[in-house]
C-alpha cells in the first residue's frame, strides 16, 4: 500500500498513567498560547482520565494563569496570607515566598498538612472548583520517602459501593466547613471576620452527577472539611463516614504521582479525591504553585433537579 504523506503537525501525545485514573502529555509547550484544537484534545483527555501531567514545562505565574483560565475562570483564596503572587495563587510550599525553608511547627507549612486527607479542592465552598493545576517547582530529591500526591477515582469507588449502601448514600449529604482543619490543628489561628463571612459551612450530596460526563455518579464526601454525614445521629455519620474513608483507600481506585521538576498536574475535582503523602518537612524543601478554576455551578446530586 502507497504511504500517504502525513499533513498533520505532531501534536502532544498522551499516554495513560495506570488503570485507575491519569495521563501523561509530552510534547506540548505550555508556556506559549495552545490552539484551539490542540486544546480540544487535552480537554477530552482531561475529562477522560481526569488527571492530567504535563511534562518538562516552565511557567511564569502569568503563563500558569494564562493555561489555567483556559478551562475557566479561577478562584481567588479567602485568606490572605495565600495571596503571595496572586489572588488566584496558592504556594502549596514549605519555604517562604522568598525562598527560606520553614520547618514543620511553621504555621504555612501545617496549613498544608491538612491536604494530607483526601479531599477536593474547596469543598468547602457552595461551588467547590472544578479543576486545580498544580505545578512543580522544587521536588522531593529520589530518596525522600512520601511527598506524593494521590489521586483516587470516584467514579470507580461509587460503582464498587454494595448495592444497598450506595441506596443508603442517595439521598445524604455532608456538611463541610473550612474550620475543621482547625479541629484537626489546634495549633491553628482561629478563622478571622473575613473567612467566616466568605466560607461559612456548606452542605452537598455524597453522590453527585458529572455534568460533563452524561450525569454519571461518584462518591464525593472529604476527610479534612468535616468527618460526619448530614442528617443521621452524630456517631452513625461518624462511622459511615469511616466506612467511606476506608472504601476509597483502596489502591485499585487510586494513582501516586510523585512530582518531578516542570510537573503540571491538571485534575478534575469533580470526580477525583485527592491527599499529599506525608514526607519529613523538617528535612526537605517542597515548592509547588497551584491555580484554581472556580466551578460552574453548585454540586448536583442524583435527585436535585427533580
Ligand atoms: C493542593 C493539595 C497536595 C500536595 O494543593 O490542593 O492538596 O501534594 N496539594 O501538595
Ligand atoms: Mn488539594
Not at 514545562?57 to 490572605?80: H, M, N, W, Y
Not at 489502591?251 to 478534575?268: I, Q, T
Request: glycine content about 8%; overall charge neutral; charged content about 25%.
Amino acid at each position: 500500500m502507497a504511504t500517504v504523506a502525513q499533513a498533520t503537525v505532531a501534536g502532544p501525545s498522551i499516554r495513560p498513567l495506570g488503570s485507575a485514573l491519569g495521563a501523561e502529555v509530552t510534547g506540548v509547550d505550555l508556556s506559549r498560547r495552545v490552539d484551539d484544537d490542540t486544546f480540544a484534545r487535552i480537554h477530552r483527555a482531561f475529562l477522560e482520565h481526569h488527571f492530567l501531567v504535563f511534562r518538562d514545562q516552565a511557567l511564569t505565574v502569568e503563563q500558569q494563569i494564562a493555561f489555567s483560565e483556559r478551562f475557566g475562570p479561577l478562584e481567588a483564596f479567602p485568606e490572605k496570607d495565600k495571596q503571595k503572587d496572586a489572588a488566584t495563587v496558592y504556594n502549596v510550599a514549605n519555604v517562604t515566598a522568598d525562598g527560606k525553608k520553614l520547618g514543620s511547627k511553621d504555621i504555612q507549612v501545617i496549613f498544608l498538612k491538612v491536604n494530607a486527607r483526601w479531599h477536593t479542592d474547596s469543598s468547602y465552598r457552595s461551588v467547590p472548583s472544578l479543576a486545580s493545576l498544580l505545578y512543580c517547582i522544587e521536588p522531593l530529591p529520589d530518596e525522600a520517602v512520601g511527598g506524593e500526591t494521590e489521586y483516587a477515582n470516584m467514579f470507580a469507588a461509587h460503582d464498587a459501593l454494595p448495592e444497598d449502601l450506595r441506596r443508603q448514600l442517595e439521598p445524604l449529604h455532608m456538611v463541610h466547613y473550612y474550620e475543621y482543619g482547625r479541629r484537626l490543628y489546634p495549633e491553628l489561628p482561629p478563622m478571622t471576620h473575613h473567612e467566616r463571612v466568605h466560607v461559612p459551612p456548606v452542605c452537598h450530596p455524597v453522590i453527585r452527577v458529572h455534568p460533563d460526563r452524561g450525569g454519571k455518579r461518584s462518591l464525593f464526601f472529604t476527610e479534612n472539611a468535616g468527618g460526619e454525614i448530614g442528617g443521621m445521629p452524630l456517631a452513625q455519620g461518624q462511622a459511615l463516614h469511616r466506612q467511606l474513608v476506608e472504601h476509597v483507600t483502596d489502591p485499585r481506585f487510586s494513582y501516586k504521582h510523585r512530582w518531578r521538576k516542570g510537573d503540571l498536574g491538571v485534575w478534575d475535582n469533580r470526580c477525583l479525591l485527592h491527599r499529599l503523602r506525608e514526607y519529613d518537612e523538617d528535612r526537605y524543601r517542597r515548592v509547588l504553585r497551584r491555580t484554581t478554576v472556580a466551578g460552574a455551578g453548585p454540586v448536583v446530586g442524583p435527585f436535585s433537579r427533580q
